[in-house]
């Protein structure tokens, strides 16, 4: 699988996509969009994956927003069904992927790259890190989920502020709102999503699963229906080996070795 605009590892469990379009502050243009799809349909295939981590390439932006060049010409069906494939869609795909995905979070995070990072599990960002969802200074709203994930991480009220003006926050006052879940020095942000990814693939990848299922139907449903929903998957993970294999270890005192079954 070659690529252009990203760069694609995996190693130990853990994936690795690099947008990689630093000259241009990592922008996603559409060819970056479909080879970030390319990645996350691989990563869906490999069981052997466990955690993915997206970040960009350089120190000056994770992803800077779409590319506004894509927009000089399109019609609103164009981008309607731009946002029902790699737009909305693809971010999507991403929040609802079999495994976790940490957003490494390094300059500018603005508009779709907002988005993409909200997609995301978890957020960790370096201290140089700037947020925002800016559609409004071009006439035009979040098309990529920022209207509705942005309310949902950090309150109607502050999210209406940041999007009706465009505000840029740094990254102290997204730690603050509850849009970054972390905040380290940037010659520490590789090191800390390392580390946290490695931790997570050290679990049962297949109860992980579970695990985010059973939080992403709760987010969009009522309480009612996500207690029931956790209910029935809580009993599931006592059908599974590695919830023996857990229970195991537990009472021999040692470390659990886990095969995702």
Same mark, same amino acid.
């Given at each position: 699988?070659? #690529?252009?605009?990203?760069?694609?590892?995996?190693?130990?469990?853990?994936?690795?996509?690099?947008?990689?379009?630093?000259?241009?502050?990592?922008?996603?243009?559409?060819?970056? $969009?479909?080879?970030?799809?390319?990645?996350?349909?691989?990563?869906?295939?490999?069981?052997?994956?466990?955690?993915?981590?997206?970040?960009?390439?350089?120190?000056?932006?994770?992803?800077?927003?779409?590319?506004?060049?894509? #927009?000089?010409?399109?019609?609103?069906?164009?981008?309607?069904? $731009?946002?029902?494939?790699?737009?909305?869609?693809?971010?999507?795909?991403?929040?609802?992927?079999?495994?976790?995905?940490?957003?490494?979070?390094?300059?500018?995070?603005?508009?779709?790259?907002?988005?993409?990072?909200?997609?995301?599990?978890?957020?960790?960002?370096?201290?140089?890190?700037? #947020?925002?969802?800016?559609?409004?200074?071009?006439?035009?709203?979040?098309?990529?989920?920022?209207?509705?994930?942005?309310?949902?991480?950090?309150?109607?009220?502050?999210?209406?502020?940041?999007?009706?003006?465009? $505000?840029?926050?740094?990254?102290?006052?997204?730690?603050?709102?509850?849009?970054?879940?972390?905040?380290?020095?940037?010659? $520490?942000?590789?090191?800390?999503?390392?580390?946290?990814?490695?931790?997570?693939?050290?679990?049962?990848?297949?109860?992980?699963?579970?695990?985010?299922?059973?939080?992403?139907?709760?987010?969009?449903?009522?309480?009612?229906?996500?207690?029931?929903?956790?209910?029935?998957?809580?009993?599931?993970?006592?059908?599974?080996?590695?919830?023996?294999?857990?229970?195991?270890?537990?009472?021999?005192?040692?470390?659990?070795? #886990?095969?995702?079954?």
């Amino acid at each position: 699988m070659e #690529f252009e605009n990203i760069i694609y590892t995996k190693e130990r469990g853990i994936a690795k996509i690099t947008i990689n379009r630093p000259q241009v502050r990592n922008v996603l243009n559409m060819a970056a $969009r479909q080879e970030i799809r390319n990645a996350i349909q691989d990563i869906e295939k490999h069981k052997e994956i466990k955690v993915a981590i997206i970040t960009g390439a350089g120190d000056k932006a994770f992803i800077s927003g779409a590319d506004i060049t894509d #927009f000089k010409e399109a019609t609103p069906i164009m981008m309607e069904e $731009r946002a029902s494939t790699l737009g909305q869609q693809l971010f999507t795909d991403i929040e609802n992927l079999r495994v976790p995905v940490i957003a490494m979070i390094n300059g500018f995070c603005l508009g779709g790259g907002c988005e993409l990072a909200m997609s995301c599990d978890i957020r960790i960002a370096s201290e140089n890190a700037k #947020f925002g969802q800016p559609e409004i200074n071009i006439g035009i709203i979040p098309g990529g989920g920022g209207t509705q994930r942005l309310p949902r991480l950090v309150g109607w009220g502050r999210a209406k502020e940041l999007m009706y003006t465009g $505000r840029i926050i740094d990254a102290a006052e997204a730690e603050n709102i509850g849009l970054v879940d972390k905040v380290v020095p940037l010659d $520490r942000l590789e090191e800390t999503a390392n580390q946290l990814a490695q931790t997570i693939a050290s679990k049962s990848p297949l109860i992980i699963s579970i695990l985010k299922k059973t939080i992403n139907r709760g987010m969009y449903t009522d309480l009612p229906s996500a207690l029931s929903c956790e209910k029935s998957n809580f009993a599931l993970c006592f059908a599974t080996e590695d919830h023996s294999e857990g229970v195991a270890a537990f009472l021999e005192k040692r470390q659990p070795q #886990f095969k995702g079954k």
